[in-house]
């Protein structure tokens, strides 16, 4: 089982270097494909890809914090996200069956 942390961002390395779990393996960007039954996905990732996690098997866990909309677009370091209460929370995602067009 592999713990997955996915971020382009230096300053969410650095948080989870030092507040989050242990990882086995960071990228910047996920290919779902390589994600397993058992796996751990951590990151911030947009809704339909956490959906593929989960529908692997997988456990997301969502890298979560209040940004205020001035500091929307800019590098937070570890300390900022800290700082916004950054925490990670299990989310499980699924698309809902859509019912065909009358």
């Known amino acids: 089982m592999t713990t997955w942390f996915v971020s382009r961002h230096p300053g969410a390395l650095q948080w989870m270097q030092q507040c989050g779990p242990a990882f086995d393996c960071h990228v910047p960007h996920l290919d779902t494909a390589q994600v ?3 796996d751990t996905v951590i990151g911030t990732l947009p ?3 956490a959906a ?3 529908a692997r098997g997988a456990t997301y ?3 979560v914090l209040e ?6 677009g800019q590098e937070l370091s570890a300390h900022d996200l800290q700082a916004l209460g950054a925490t990670l929370q299990p989310f499980h995602v699924q698309p809902l069956k859509t019912r065909p067009a009358p």
């Open 61 to 63: 866990l969502h890298l």
């Open 52 to 54: 593929q996690v989960c």
């Open 67 to 72: 940004m205020p909309a001035q500091q929307r």
């Open 47 to 49: 809704v339909n890809l």
């Open 36 to 38: 397993q039954r058992g």
